[in-house]
Nanobody
């Protein structure tokens, strides 16, 4: 029932900015956290940022702290990831994710915690 559709990816030069959007539908009270994962070429999936659906609580990967900001607009059912000071290392497919109570356990950056995944949007940063 939950559907996540990402947009906003593209190609930018190092130091540039980009804002990703995720339109969510079918999210219920059993959803506690939503966020963004990414997977670069030849790399494992990595948690980028996760935000609570109920309180102003968020988690960030050390590599993006101070550069990326996750936010949500409940009225628009949309999740955002504002990315500033982009680096070539940020090049990856970015996925919007949503959890569901009872689906899985683990730390915030554990992929198995999240039941629902979008199709992804590509971000490419050139130097």
């Amino acid at each position: 029932q939950v559907q996540l559709v990402e947009s906003g990816g593209g190609s930018v030069q190092a130091g540039g900015s980009l804002r990703l959007s995720c339109v969510a539908s079918g999210v219920t009270d059993s959803t506690y956290y939503m966020g963004w994962f990414r997977q670069g070429p030849g790399k494992e999936r990595e948690g980028v940022a996760v935000i609570s659906t109920r309180v102003p609580q968020a988690y960030y990967a050390d590599s993006v702290k101070g550069r990326f900001t996750i936010s949500r607009d409940d009225a628009k059912n949309t999740l955002y990831l504002e990315m500033n000071s982009l680096e070539p290392e940020d090049t990856a497919m970015y996925y919007c994710v949503a959890d569901q109570l009872g689906h899985g356990t683990g730390s915030w950056d554990t992929p198995a915690r999240f039941k629902h995944w979008g199709q992804g949007t590509q971000v490419t940063v050139s130097s």
